[in-house]
């Protein structure tokens, strides 16, 4: 392919036969990453909670930790991706490298757990801190051996005069994060709360440190830019990722979550056989019988997983461009839907009509109602910038900016509703929540006509007064 003869021309160009193109590393980055931040869900979904105690005060500080991980993760991930944006070639001693990074990154997890099976103790966070802290140095030394072969590094600075300009500046945008984690690390001796809020620091900070660079302009007038165009192709956290990276990692996660759907299936639910012989009298269906509301869970979740998936690449085939704030808004929607296998756990797990039971569902609901509502803000952020971001074809006020529209506040709409009925009905919680489940691929399928026939109703309901036209003939 193009990839490939690129390759062996710059290789043939650079006269080193021992360099490749990275992008075999990035997708294998891509994938290995997506998975770490997906599992990281199953400490939270496989805690084990008493009838008697309550859902809400085990759960609600593991998930905000579960979610500001994640985030973390994302930011490293990002980081990654922008590192070898700057060096598109790698030889043998960059991809080891890369392999020691990845290692940590797949220790995360094991921290995590740490942290959410121990809030109280500083042992998780000071391992997650650590792990963050290594992964830093790592990259700088990624950096400081990329530009000690300057074959490596992209075109645009190979031919720059300022490399030394360029490394400096990585090198210290690079190290900020392992900078703030160093910090919470130390804090956790102190005051471990405090910990925590670097940490959301760490998150945020691109977009804290160009909030303050708008109010210093605003306040002291714009800054002198510089007279060098090549110093604005430059390493910014702030700078939006590709298009293509960020479908790329979204695509990893949403099929890390569905798979983890059935592991539970296959570890939980498959009859021992010395049951079967003497409980049910070798009938493995009366067997199967059993497990019924686990299968209804199942099929339900993944088809909310597939069809959060159906409305972000329906969302992203509009999309000519992603910007900084829709990146943040699909990293917070993909926190959510990792939280699915949370919420297929969940709603199986409890005795029915227990209080545990109508909690376990209205934290379901609020997982895909935010999931869901994350997507539909990216579509509002791309809106406001719509003539560099958006096909001009789903441009607002257009039909097929009506039925994307639509298609977006399907989940937050049915989830909230959800959530409502529960609180009025709650001894039917269950039933009520996976007849919504299975509705909402129907309501899909008839989601084009609806929208077709709603904005036929408007049409000719807001005619000019002439003699009305037949109805039919609005709607075709």
């Given at each position: 392919?193009?990839?490939?003869?690129?390759?062996?021309?710059?290789?043939?160009?650079?006269?080193?036969?021992?360099?490749?193109?990275?992008?075999?590393?990035?997708?294998?980055?891509?994938?290995?990453?997506?998975?770490?931040?997906?599992?990281?869900?199953?400490?939270?979904?496989?805690?084990?909670?008493?009838?008697?105690?309550?859902?809400?005060?085990?759960?609600?500080t593991k998930i905000a930790v579960y979610l500001m991980t994640f985030l973390i993760v994302t930011v490293a991930w990002?980081?990654?991706?922008?590192?070898?944006?700057?060096?598109?070639?790698?030889?043998?001693?960059?991809?080891?490298?890369?392999?020691?990074?990845?290692?940590?990154?797949?220790?995360?997890?094991?921290?995590?757990?740490?942290?959410?099976?121990?809030?109280?103790?500083?042992?998780?966070?000071?391992?997650?801190?650590?792990?963050?802290?290594?992964?830093?140095?790592?990259?700088?030394?990624?950096?400081?051996?990329?530009?000690?072969?300057?074959?490596?590094?992209?075109?645009?600075?190979?031919?720059?005069?300022?490399?030394?300009?360029?490394?400096?500046?990585?090198?210290?945008?690079?190290?900020?994060?392992?900078?703030?984690?160093?910090?919470?690390?130390?804090?956790?001796?102190?005051?471990?709360?405090?910990?925590?809020?670097?940490?959301?620091?760490?998150?945020?900070?691109?977009?804290?440190?160009?909030?303050?660079?708008?109010?210093?302009?605003?306040?002291?007038?714009?800054?002198?830019?510089?007279?060098?165009?090549?110093?604005?192709?430059?390493?910014?956290?702030?700078?939006?990722?590709?298009?293509?990276?960020?479908?790329?990692?979204?695509?990893?996660?949403?099929?890390?979550?569905?798979?983890?759907?059935?592991?539970?299936?296959?570890?939980?639910?498959?009859?021992?056989?010395?049951?079967?012989?003497?409980?049910?009298?070798?009938?493995?269906?009366?067997?199967?019988?059993?497990?019924?509301?686990?299968?209804?869970?199942?099929?339900?979740?993944?088809?909310?997983?597939?069809?959060?998936?159906?409305?972000?690449?329906?969302?992203?085939?509009?999309?000519?461009?992603?910007?900084?704030?829709?990146?943040?808004?699909?990293?917070?929607?993909?926190?959510?839907?990792?939280?699915?296998?949370?919420?297929?756990?969940?709603?199986?797990?409890?005795?029915?009509?227990?209080?545990?039971?109508?909690?376990?569902?209205?934290?379901?609901?609020?997982?895909?109602?935010?999931?869901?509502?994350?997507?539909?803000?990216?579509?509002?952020?791309?809106?406001?910038?719509?003539?560099?971001?958006?096909?001009?074809?789903?441009?607002?006020?257009?039909?097929?900016?009506?039925?994307?529209?639509?298609?977006?506040?399907?989940?937050?709409?049915?989830?909230?509703?959800?959530?409502?009925?529960?609180?009025?009905?709650?001894?039917?919680?269950?039933?009520?929540?996976?007849?919504?489940?299975?509705?909402?691929?129907?309501?899909?399928?008839?989601?084009?006509?609806?929208?077709?026939?709603?904005?036929?109703?408007?049409?000719?309901?807001?005619?000019?007064?002439?003699?009305?036209?037949?109805?039919?003939?609005?709607?075709?």
């Open positions: 392919g193009s990839h490939w003869r690129t390759d062996v021309q710059g290789r043939v160009r650079s006269g080193h036969s021992s360099t490749q193109s990275s992008h075999r590393l990035l997708a294998y980055s891509d994938a290995l990453i997506s998975i770490i931040a997906t599992v990281m869900i199953l400490p939270v979904a496989h805690t084990k909670i008493q009838d008697n105690e309550s859902l809400q005060q085990h759960l609600t990002a980081a990654h991706i922008r590192l070898f944006q700057v060096i598109e070639r790698i030889d043998d001693c960059l991809a080891l490298l890369n392999l020691a990074c990845m290692m940590l990154i797949t220790f995360l997890p094991y921290t995590f757990s740490l942290m959410a099976a121990f809030p109280e103790n500083i042992l998780g966070i000071l391992l997650f801190c650590s792990c963050v802290v290594v992964i830093g140095l790592i990259q700088a030394l990624i950096v400081l051996y990329g530009f000690s072969r300057p074959h490596l590094l992209n075109d645009q600075i190979q031919g720059s005069q300022n490399q030394t300009f360029y490394k400096h500046h990585i090198l210290k945008v690079i190290l900020r994060v392992p900078a703030f984690c160093f910090f919470a690390g130390v804090f956790a001796f102190i005051y471990p709360p405090l910990s925590y809020v670097l940490l959301a620091v760490v998150i945020f900070f691109p977009y804290i440190s160009q909030f303050l660079q708008w109010c210093y302009s605003k306040a002291f007038g714009q800054s002198e830019e510089t007279s060098d165009p090549m110093l604005f192709y430059s390493y910014h956290p702030n700078e939006p990722l590709s298009k293509e990276r960020v479908e790329a990692f979204s695509d990893g996660v949403y099929a890390i979550v569905a798979t983890l759907l059935i592991l539970d299936i296959c570890e939980d639910n498959v009859p021992d056989p010395m049951e079967v012989q003497q409980r049910f009298n070798s009938s493995l269906v009366d067997a199967l019988q059993e497990f019924g509301p686990e299968y209804l869970a199942y099929f339900g979740s993944f088809a909310t997983v597939g069809l959060l998936w159906f409305v972000h690449h329906s969302l992203f085939l509009h999309v000519t461009k992603s910007t900084r704030l829709m990146g943040l808004l699909n990293t917070f929607s993909l926190a959510f839907v990792g939280g699915l296998p949370l919420a297929y756990q969940l709603t199986h797990e409890f005795p029915r009509h227990s209080h545990n039971e109508l909690e376990a569902i209205q934290i379901s609901c609020v997982i895909i109602f935010f999931a869901g509502l994350f997507q539909l803000a990216i579509w509002v952020a791309a809106l406001f910038n719509q003539r560099e971001t958006l096909h001009p074809y789903v441009h607002y006020g257009g039909q097929d900016h009506t039925f994307m529209l639509a298609k977006l506040a399907v989940y937050p709409c049915v989830a909230l509703g959800t959530f409502f009925v529960t609180c009025v009905l709650s001894r039917f919680s269950a039933p009520v929540f996976h007849l919504a489940q299975i509705g909402v691929p129907l309501a899909f399928l008839l989601l084009r006509l609806l929208v077709r026939a709603a904005l036929a109703v408007l049409r000719w309901f807001f005619r000019p007064s002439h003699p009305a036209a037949p109805f039919s003939d609005v709607l075709t």
